[in-house]
């Protein structure tokens, strides 16, 4: 059986898209059923784009191989 190819992910539509589906369940205004398949939507959308981040770091663990190294949010600040 062949196997599926993974989903591509277009990471601002889908962050876009979680995004409304946050502001619409912290409104507090939908019925209970929607939040839930709502919330579900989103914690789909989160794991697509979680999965398609951790292709993209192996892809670029690959490319840059030993160069590539953990920075601390704090040495970000550090450069500017």
Do not use: N, W, Y
């Not at 599926?4 to 979680?18: G, H, T």
């Not at 209970?32 to 398609?52: P, Y």
């Not at 030993?66 to 970000?76: F, I, S």
Request: charged share 40%; proline share 4%.
């Amino acid at each position: 059986m062949a196997q599926a190819k993974p989903r591509q992910v277009d990471l601002e539509k889908s962050m876009a898209e979680l995004e409304q589906i946050v502001e619409e369940l912290e409104a507090g205004e939908l019925p209970l059923d929607k939040s839930l398949k709502q919330f579900e939507k989103g914690v789909k959308i989160s794991r697509d784009c979680q999965a398609a981040l951790e292709t993209a770091e192996q892809k670029l663990q690959i490319l840059m191989g030993d160069e590539l190294q953990d920075v601390e949010p704090d040495e970000l600040d550090a450069d500017e």
